[in-house]
């Protein structure tokens, strides 16, 4: 595992090492990566590897960032043995030095496997780090300078700061979060008892007032934002359940100001809907009420993942294009400077839009659409059955084939009660213009494993809702 240059002279053998380190965990749960464990400190003759007091508080900073995004169970294990009182002096330097070789297998491997790993409810399998990052890291605590190495571990993206920022302020909050209990959608005007529970919620999260500073989200920063808050399911976070039908009245019935739904409030509303990629229409509906009731706990577990998050992005996103896809939204950086923001459609989550990063060849504004033949298949022949002037209403051309000399066909001749979707042997397109279903342009990119015949993001108009275009994203996803 170690070459000469890392490993000096052992005055111990590596039976005497694992001897120690059975001794030192006598009782106790052995380390996870033991006999790897036995050699490094066989090579240190058993002396501590974590002399530096900085490099172990910013390495158990990272570790507990990283438990907390709950990619893997065992980094909270190394969390809770660390906080252990009876695991001390040698055997919790050696519990550092556990974790820090699951870290580096993690971080090391993220750039390849990040997008399984931090975007799977399953854990992913812990392995031994490759040889040369373990090598990266001997050197460093050889040479005095673990610090600067431990440091190198963390996101290098320039969110990273503000979000850890973030993060550190959630988890400062351990007051009682107030839950909104009625199920009935509230709107402007009417009474509420939840209306002072939502007053306090918006209060808290920095909503209630456009001018708040000191509590805006992370999202609202002027860097470049890297992830919307609804990129995960607030139904991952195990948030509680409103309890019970809600009490909810118009304005007309004589009550307490203090429980009217009023302006204020709304707007509040709009900007935490906003915030977390929702329609901001200003009704708490369910999806609005079960982002109010997401505890501060809740959400720093958000965060944390969406820290790791981090590292699938490039270090700078001064150049180039950001596509958020739950907040169905891009924007275009030049020089630091955003130079367009647009919806996009994304697929719907039956066929998700997949992620990638890539250099684009060309842009091609006023496109026709060429609808993908799954997309026919699934979604327009069932239409073309139930009413034969779809296509004409539209815009969509039929053809004979996907040549270029395909020759159009004109709908009305063809018995479309006697037309199999499975076997469906033309090609629809749509003529560009504003009632195109997919936009007013077309970013190309070079051809990748995530898609199977092409990739193309498209930009629409910005005349549609955020609801409109969920519906769209699900009758015409790319």
């Not at 809907?273 to 577990?301: F, H, K, Y």
Request: aromatic share 8%; proline share 7%.
């Amino acid at each position: 595992m170690c070459t000469s240059s890392v490993c000096p002279a052992s005055l111990l053998t590596r039976s005497d090492s694992q001897q120690r380190l059975r001794q030192a965990f006598a009782g106790k749960e052995p380390p996870f990566y033991q006999a790897l464990l036995a050699t490094l400190y066989a090579a240190h003759n058993m002396r501590p590897m974590w002399q530096h007091h900085a490099a172990v508080q910013q390495f158990q900073q990272q570790l507990a960032e990283v438990a907390m995004s709950g990619v893997q169970p065992q980094f909270t294990r190394w969390v809770d043995r660390l906080t252990d009182p009876s695991i001390s002096r040698f055997a919790r330097d050696v519990v550092l030095s556990d974790a820090m070789l699951g870290y580096l297998q993690f971080v090391s491997s993220v750039p390849t496997q990040g997008e399984n790993w931090l975007y799977s409810n399953v854990p992913y399998k812990l392995a031994p780090p490759s040889v040369a990052v373990v090598n990266q890291w001997q050197n460093a605590v050889l040479s005095g300078a673990s610090v600067s190495f431990v440091a190198s571990l963390v996101p290098q993206h320039p969110q990273y700061a503000p979000m850890h920022a973030a993060l550190n302020q959630l988890l400062a909050d351990s007051h009682t979060w107030p839950q909104l209990k009625n199920r009935d959608t509230l709107r402007l005007g009417q009474v509420s008892d939840d209306v002072p529970t939502l007053r306090d919620i918006l209060q808290r999260t920095g909503m209630l007032s456009a001018q708040t500073a000191g509590s805006v989200p992370v999202s609202q920063s002027a860097q470049p934002a890297a992830v919307c808050p609804s990129a995960a399911s607030v139904g991952d976070f195990a948030a509680q359940t409103p309890q019970a039908a809600g009490n909810v009245q118009n304005s007309s019935v004589d009550a307490g100001g203090d429980k009217v739904y009023d302006t204020a409030l709304v707007e509040a509303v709009k900007r935490f809907q906003q915030w977390q990629g929702l329609g901001s229409d200003g009704a708490i509906g369910p999806r609005t009420r079960e982002w109010l009731n997401v505890t501060p706990q809740m959400r720093a577990a958000l965060v944390a993942l969406n820290i790791q998050r981090l590292r699938l992005l490039p270090d700078d996103m001064y150049n180039g294009i950001m596509v958020n896809i739950p907040n169905y939204s891009l924007t275009y950086y030049n020089n630091r400077s955003k130079i367009l923001s647009s919806r996009v459609i994304v697929g719907r989550p039956d066929r998700k839009t997949p992620l990638m990063r890539s250099a684009l060849n060309n842009v091609v504004l006023n496109p026709p659409w060429n609808v993908p033949t799954t997309l026919v298949r699934q979604d327009i022949i069932p239409k073309m059955k139930q009413d034969p002037s779809y296509l004409y209403k539209h815009g969509y051309t039929l053809l004979s084939g996907w040549s270029a000399d395909a020759e159009v066909i004109d709908p009305s001749m063809i018995d479309w009660s006697m037309v199999s979707a499975s076997s469906f042997p033309y090609r629809l397109r749509q003529a560009p213009g504003t009632t195109n279903s997919l936009g007013r342009y077309k970013f190309n990119m070079p051809s990748s494993d995530a898609i199977a015949r092409h990739a193309e993001l498209w930009a629409v108009p910005a005349r549609y809702s955020r609801d409109e275009f969920k519906l769209r994203a699900r009758q015409q996803s790319v």
